[in-house]
T-cell receptor, first 111, second 113 residues
Framework: EPEVTQTPSHQVTQMGQEVILRCVPI?????FYWYRQILGQKVEFLVS????????KSEIFDDQFSVERPDGSNFTLKIRSTKLEDSAMYFC?????????FGPGTRLTVT | AQSVTQLDSQVPVFEEAPVELRCNYS??????LFWYVQYPNQGLQLLLK??????LVKGINGFEAEFNKSQTSFHLRKPSVHISDTAEYFC???????????FGGGTRVLVKP
């Protein structure tokens, strides 16, 4: 069964460093998303991406964040200068279009 | 904007007993509804969805949910749980014309032998 994959599973970085989280969505899906879940809190929407552009983003998704689909398979989330409060589990999802399928997540720890 | 409330943060239940997880939502527009399950140290897995049609929807692993528009609810049920159902369950909604999922706070189900 096709699935969304994410790498790495765990990333530790120092405050102020740039990180790139990678995702491979399900191959025939057209819509891509990033969500995050801070420990003990709700899963929160960050951004959706369709047709090579951002279709919607949340207030959390400020200028420190960017997304890219550099080739036909990968979908990345970049955090330019990480803060302590960026520590969270980051989930990638894809859909075609309503049922969103999630990857296993990347746990980002900012020290 | 949409919001989702899961009234129970934790539900302990004995094996083979029934379980109901409550979910209420608010929205000024039509929505689609979903339940996801997160097993320990894993991602979110889609359990079931309501897009249209019959208000009683069946999902994987013996779960079902009923959409009640008048009560703006989408409660999840399973008649007999297994130890393997121990997980966190999330209710989520999406605008019918949108693509952003709004999640509830989750309900942690602990199945005891």
């Amino acid at each position: 069964e096709p699935e969304v994959t994410q790498t790495p599973s765990h990333q530790v970085t120092q405050m102020g460093q740039e990180v790139i989280l990678r995702c491979v969505p399900i191959s025939n899906h057209l819509y891509f998303y990033w969500y995050r879940q801070i420990l003990g809190q709700k899963v929160e929407f960050l951004v959706s991406f369709y047709n090579n552009e951002i279709s919607e983003k949340s207030e959390i998704f400020d200028d420190q964040f960017s997304v890219e689909r550099p080739d036909g398979s990968n979908f990345t989330l970049k955090i330019r200068s990480t803060k302590l409060e960026d520590s969270a589990m980051y989930f990638c999802a894809s859909s075609a279009p309503y049922e969103q399928y999630f990857g296993p997540g990347t746990r980002l720890t900012v020290t | 904007a949409q919001s989702v409330t899961q009234l129970d943060s934790q539900v302990p239940v004995f094996e083979e007993a029934p379980v109901e997880l409550r979910c209420n939502y608010s929205s000024s527009v039509s929505v689609y509804l979903f339940w996801y399950v997160q097993y320990p140290n894993q991602g979110l897995q889609l359990l079931l969805k309501y897009l249209s049609g019959s208000t009683l929807v069946k999902g994987i692993n013996g779960f079902e949910a009923e959409f009640n528009k008048s009560q703006t609810s989408f409660h999840l049920r399973k008649p007999s749980v297994h130890i393997s159902d121990t997980a966190e369950y999330f209710c989520a909604v999406i605008k019918a014309a949108g693509n952003k999922l709004t999640f509830g706070g989750g309900t942690r189900v602990l199945v005891k032998p």
